[in-house]
Each structure stands twice: as C-alpha cells, then as structure tokens.
C-alpha cells in the first residue's frame, strides 16, 4: 500500500498535475456553464420554459404538435432546420423554443410508429417496419435464424417501451451532449494522456528502471503499484469532468426537471431500448465514462512501459485515439465495411449516446449478445491484455 501511495503521488499528487488538474477543472465547469446557457438563456427563460412545458408533457397531443408544427415552420424558414440552432437563436423565447421541442417530439413519436426508412444503414427501428421484417422472415420460413430473433427481441422491447411522451429535460440533454459526444473525447482523454504518459517512460528515459527493476520480487510489486495508480489517476481526471460539467450545468438551470422521466424523452436516447430513467441513464453514463477511461489508460500505461520518452508516449497513444476518431467519423458505407473494428474503436466505445442509444446487437456463436454486454467483454479483454503486456516487458527488462 504504501507503494502504491508513493507512485500515485509520482504521476498525480505532484506540482504540475496538480496545476493541470486546477485548469482541466476551470476548463470543464466553463464547458458546463456556456454549453447550458448556450440552450437556453438565463434563469428568467429557464423558469418561463419549465411553467409552459409543464402543460405539455406527458403523451402525445396531436392539437399541441400542429401548433408546434405551424412555429417551426416559421422560425425554420428564418434560422434553418436544426433543432439546437434554432434554440440558441431564440434562446430567450420559450414558447418558441417548448415548440421546437415539441415538433421534433412529434417527429420521435411518428418514427416510434412508422419506423426508419427501410434503406437506412441504421439498426432497424419502428413498429411497422420491425413488423414488416419479421413478416418477410416468416413468409420465407426463417423464424430459426438469428435476425429473426434480433427483430422479435428488438419488437418486444418497443412494445413494452411504449409510445415515447415528452417531458422537460433541458438541463439532462445538455449534459448527454457533454458526456455523450466526440468533444469529450477531446476534453477528457487528451489531457489523460498527458497525466498517464511519465508512468514508466521517465523512468525508462533516466536509465533509472535498471535500478528500480533490479529485484524480481520488486519488479513485480512495482508494476502492480504502478498499474493501481493510473487506474486511480485515471478515475479522479473523469471523475473532475464528470463532477465540473454536471455542477456548471446545473447552475444555470437550478432545477433538477426531468430527472425521472424515460430516457426516450431525451433526442439523442430516442430509439434507445433500455427500460431507464434519467437519472438511471446519468447514473450508466458516468460509471461507464470512468470504466473506458480505466481502459485507455490502461493502454496509455502499456505504451509508456515501451518508450523512453515522455512525449513519445502521448504522441502514440494520441494517434490511436485520433485515428479511431478518423474512422468512426468516415461515411456509413466505409463503417460498414470495417464494422466491429468502428464499433469498438475507442472513437464509439466510449461515447455513451453510442452504447446506450440504440439496441444493436451480435451474434455470437448463435446467441444475441447485445452492444454494452460485447463492449464490456472487449474491452476489459483489452485491459487485461494492456495490463499483461505491462508486466511482461517490465520482467523482459529486470536485472537478474
């Protein structure tokens, strides 16, 4: 243990880090606090938002969507057609911006039932085209195969599900949006890289390993001690982004809204398939941004037991986080073809809209296995691969 406490305090409880970790935190409760009021515009707007939505939430009302039909017509015709742009425009009318919610609401409910247009490279989704499928599959006798059992399982799921309804929640869509998209891979693992990047490569750099590495007993413990404290360096860095960015965002709302509605009410989780709410999905997010942190850095760790440079290390583990960015921002026909190797590429692996937004499932020696459950095994196979190679080129190393 008190190795341990001595390495941690080598890679993170040092001058610089702790500098580094004061600025990431500034950085992080700004990125909160303008990204929030960027929606929406200040706590008068906010208070007007929640007492008009509170008269629309809840199932859909065909009388509500044509009149938030009719002001999306107009306000598009003069900001365009993006949801989130139009709010910022209007940022300081809520009724305008309850009707931009509710149009796309509308649209949500109107996928719910009729389903993504059948040539969409997307997973299917929708009653009537789930339904469709699985009558074609049954008409050619296929109810043994496995994309039969994908579709019903995929059926079941929205029926139980039900029609998504609306519901105020502002405050928690913007906070998604901070923890859910590729800007947070930038914010968040860059920085990372930098703090888990010295673990062994300063070491390595000073010729002093061949010293600290002289006993095989040491050797052993060392890496052990080494491996604990980036996997805690590693949880207080996502654990700052997660605690900035939830505080600074809730600032300017000072309500918690929405926080047990389904998770269907937020956009970006419509077509999701997971029974939770809000707070479950915030909940989910957090614990899994913290566990894809444990892995890169774990990957950061098994690089810098391999360079005698610092700035080596980050240089090559920046490079895979860029490249896997690089692939999964290439075009669906590209995706497609290189498949699980987008999937669970650090670029989609650790983006939580990516994981829990959908219901994607593989087959796995005949067996549904959905998306979250292969992500896991993957990458804690990943983990434990990074982790042994750590070990192994340490030992490679030792002094007999």
């Known amino acids: 243990m008190s190795l341990f406490r001595f390495e941690l305090r080598k890679l993170l409880l040092n001058k610089k880090t702790l500098i580094l970790l004061l600025c990431l935190f500034a950085l992080y409760s700004v990125v909160g606090l ?24 809840g199932p859909f009302d065909s009388e509500k969507a044509a009149e938030a039909e009719k002001i999306y017509q107009e306000v598009s015709a003069r900001y365009g057609t993006d ?13 305008i911006i309850l009707a931009v919610n509710y149009h796309a609401y509308a649209e949500r409910v109107a996928e719910y039932w009729n ?8 997973e299917p989704y929708g009653i009537a085209l789930l339904q469709g499928k699985i009558a074609e599959l049954e008409s050619q006798g296929k109810q043994d195969s496995f994309d039969y059992r994908e579709l019903s399982a995929s059926m079941k799921r929205l029926k139980d599900l039900g029609e998504p309804e609306f519901a105020n929640a502002l405050l928690w869509e913007n906070l998604f949006n901070n923890w859910g998209e590729h800007m947070m891979q930038f914010l968040l693992f860059v920085p990372l890289t930098f703090v888990i990047a010295p673990v062994f490569s300063v070491e390595r750099s ?23 404290s980036v996997l805690a360096a590693s949880t207080v860095v996502v654990a700052l982004y997660l605690a900035a960015t939830f505080l600074f965002g809730f600032l300017p709302h000072g309500s918690f809204h929405g926080w047990d509605a389904a998770i269907q009410s937020i956009p970006t989780y419509a077509r999701s398939m997971f029974p939770w709410k809000v707070w479950q999905l915030a909940a989910s997010g957090a614990a899994w941004l913290i566990f894809t942190g444990m892995v890169y850095s774990l990957i950061i760790c098994f690089i810098s037991s391999r360079m005698k440079s610092q700035m080596g290390t980050a240089g090559v583990s920046l490079a895979i986080l860029f490249v896997n960015v690089g692939l999964a921002a290439m075009g669906d026909t590209m995706t497609q073809r290189l498949g699980m190797l987008v999937d669970f590429g650090l670029a989609n692996v650790t983006l939580m809209k ?22 896991v095994f993957v990458l804690a196979a990943i983990a434990a691969t990074a982790a042994f190679g750590a070990y192994l080129g340490q030992k490679s190393r030792a002094v007999v």
């Not at 200040?42 to 929640?50: L, M, P, Q, T």
């Open 206 to 228: 000073s010729g002093m390993d061949n010293l600290i590495l002289s006993s095989r007993n040491g050797r052993r413990k060392i890496v052990t001690a080494k491996l604990l």
């Open 354 to 375: 990516e994981v829990f937004g959908g219901y994607k499932g593989f087959n796995v020696f005949g067996t549904y296995v959905s998306y979250p459950v292969m992500a």
């Open 115 to 122: 389903g993504t247009p059948s040539e969409s490279a997307e």
């Open 83 to 95: 949801a989130r742009m139009i709010s910022r425009s209007v940022k300081d009318q809520p009724e």
């Open 34 to 57: 303008t990204s929030t009021m960027f929606l929406i515009g200040g706590n008068d707007s906010y208070r007007a938002y929640e007492e008009l939505a509170a008269d629309w939430e």
